[in-house]
């Protein structure tokens, strides 16, 4: 599925303030190296649905077998099998006796020390492959797993690596079986043990997806496979929100546009939100939080969100928000299936102008019958004309006002808000009442 860098920050999928990104959320893997490979997973969503489900029956079996996985493979061992690569240190003497090995034991003290804490990592780095393959490296295994796994038996099925199979840890081998050992390792296993551990860092981007699916009771998303566009959702909810209100959702090529309308702060930005986070999460194999999801392959997924201006190059805010319209009728105008979000359509013009600019986008958009659409506006006049057109769907977020005090409960409803709440929110953080101080 195509996407662009605005997509991916207008959907919290990664944002500056790292902490606050879904990325950041999701993000239970045990080595720098599989926050990598998991950084790349979300910056390369998947474009066919047999790879997605490939992804999804791999996380499961992760998911069943998870009490077998082995603990014993941490970032710090990767680092020091790493640093004892990059280390200066004494030549490993090639046939260690009893009377080499003590000798290098005690004339090589440091290098020892190294060479021993190294190779014990080393160790149980490769015991902990050895538990992933004999476990996870089945006939029915998922075919990526499948290929990763059996890549990784060949890098160390080594007849010199034996004795890690024969032995419990690292202190039942003798001086002479470490260093033979620590000897083969540095000088004939380099290559092979860093294809090993990028093998492992792809493995641990699958485990921590996994971690996240339990940990936060995520569902996996059932792919229709259609020509057509299609999204039905159950009980959706936004992934970074504490304590969030669900929704149900359904779009089809038959029913493809949601034009939604509420007062601001209604939730219209997180719903967005939280559906293109959902249709992101689904796209890369992962787990969506939602009782129930089922959608066709999008072909991309394209945001208008949070549009900014540029002084440096003298553009302003509503020159920005035309470009990233232009370029989004230009991208999707090609039969494909796109999912299109757009909150706040021309909020950088004046509201007459804004509202002729944005019919007229509408008008055009609902042409394509090949993507969905979810549009917000606070421009809720412009819903009568477009309820001639059958594919339009229109919801809205409900405000109820008590004593001046705004209660919002976040549920989507049918139809169209004609809530306008600026001046009482002025009035209610008192800043009417400050400038009638002045």
């Known amino acids: ?44 969503s998947l474009k066919d649905i047999v790879a997605i489900e490939n992804v999804q029956k791999t996380l499961q079996l992760i998911l069943e077998k998870k009490d077998e996985w082995p603990l014993t493979i941490s970032n710090g ?79 160390i099925e080594k007849h010199q690596l034996y004795i890690v199979a024969a032995k419990e840890k690292t202190d039942d081998l003798s001086i ?67 304590d969030p209100v669900a929704y149900d959702l359904e779009l089809n090529a038959y029913n493809n546009f949601v034009f939604l309308t509420g007062a601001n702060m209604a939730g219209k930005s997180t719903f967005i939100k939280a559906v293109g986070g959902a249709v992101f999460l689904a796209h890369i194999g992962m787990g969506v ?27 302003s805010y509503f020159y920005n928000e035309v470009q990233r319209i232009k370029n989004t009728i230009i991208r999707i105008n090609d039969g494909r299936k796109w999912l299109i979000l757009i909150d706040e359509l021309f909020k950088g013009t004046n509201v007459q102008d804004a509202m002729k600019c944005s019919t007229v986008v509408i008008e055009g958009l609902i042409k394509i019958k090949s993507s969905l659409f979810i549009l917000s506006t606070h421009l809720y006049e412009i819903g009568e004309a477009l309820k001639n057109y059958s594919n339009i769907n229109f919801k809205y977020f409900e405000t109820n006002v008590a004593d001046e005090q705004l209660n919002f409960n976040y549920n989507l409803k049918d139809g169209i808000s004609n809530d306008r709440l600026g001046y009482l929110i002025l009035k209610r953080e008192k800043v009417i009442e400050l400038l009638e101080k002045l």
């Open 1 to 44: 599925m195509e996407t662009d860098k605005t997509t991916l920050n207008d959907l919290a999928v990664f944002q500056h303030d790292e902490e606050f990104s879904i990325f950041h959320k999701l993000n239970f893997t045990r080595t720098v190296g599989g926050r990598e490979k998991l950084k790349h997973i979300f910056n390369s």
């Open 77 to 155: 061992s990767v680092m020091m099998i790493q640093k004892f690569y990059e280390s200066s240190i004494d030549q490993i003497p090639a046939r260690t006796n009893s009377s080499s090995a003590f000798f290098y034991k005690i004339f090589h003290a440091p290098d020892f020390s190294l060479v021993k804490y190294s190779t014990g990592h080393a160790f149980d780095f490769i015991k902990g492959m050895h538990q992933i393959i004999s476990i996870f490296l089945t006939e029915d295994a998922p075919e990526n797993l499948k290929k990763i796994l059996s890549k990784a038996k060949i890098l």
């Open 176 to 242: 002479t079986e470490l260093l033979g050992l620590a000897h083969y390792i540095r000088y004939h296993f380099k290559q092979n043990f860093i294809e090993v551990i990028e093998i492992y860092f792809q493995l641990d981007a699958w485990y921590g997806m996994a971690m996240a699916v339990k940990e936060y009771n995520l569902v996996f998303p059932k792919f229709i496979e259609s020509k057509k566009p299609e999204l039905k959702v159950n009980k959706l909810y936004h992934l970074l929100l504490n």
């Open 289 to 315: 939080p939602a009782k129930s999801m089922e959608l066709s392959l999008f072909d991309g997924l394209l945001s208008n969100i949070n549009v900014v201006d540029n002084v440096a190059k003298g553009e």
